[in-house]
């Protein structure tokens, strides 16, 4: 669902229009900076970079219709994927993740999926939003105050 590209960041034609502006400000450029001098410094960061914004271009701004919002992703070898949450099919289901199914079974009575990825719910219009993009490998909320959250609590009201 990736539509276009501004300043190396692809990202969906909606959130691309509506976000252009945020990715000039300074504070989304001591974010590039630190992320850039991270990988200088051989840190392996969480998710990779195409899959950095994947809950963005899992969901287009106008087919949000519900926002879960997460802290940072997942910080293990081949969990994060860019959605809040969310792990692809064949990783185990992160405990937060069992949590939130049983709540559905308990609640709802919507049975537990068999797996821990979560696509499926961005496609429906769930943005699986973490407030903090990024991760250092074995390092949970090492990336908080770097700029993310200005991003993640963007004002759509300011517009």
């Keep these: 669902m990736v539509g276009a590209k501004s300043n190396n960041i692809e ?7 509506e976000l252009t502006n945020e990715f000039e ?15 200088a410094a ?17 969901t287009p701004l106008d087919k949000v219709k519900v926002v879960i919002l997460g802290q940072d992703p997942y910080h293990g070898p081949n969990q994060a994927h860019g959605l809040c949450f969310s792990v692809l099919p ?3 289901i992160p405990p937060s993740l069992l949590n939130i199914y049983k709540e559905l079974e308990t609640d709802l009575g919507i049975k537990r999926a068999k797996h821990g990825c979560l696509m499926h719910w961005a496609e429906q219009g769930v943005l699986l ?12 909320a090492s990336h908080q105050g770097k700029g993310w959250e200005n991003l993640s609590f963007y004002n759509f009201n300011d517009r």
Excluded: C, R
Excluded at 25 to 39: I, P, V
């Design 11 to 17: 990202l969906e034609e909606s959130w691309l229009v």
């Design 129 to 140: 939003l973490n407030s903090v993009l990024t991760v250092e490998k074995a390092h949970a």
């Design 25 to 39: 400000q300074d504070y989304m450029q001591k974010l590039k900076a630190f992320l850039q001098q991270e990988k």
């Design 90 to 92: 064949d990783v185990a």
């Design 42 to 58: 051989h840190k392996v960061i969480f998710p990779s970079g195409n899959l950095i914004f994947n809950a963005l271009n899992s």
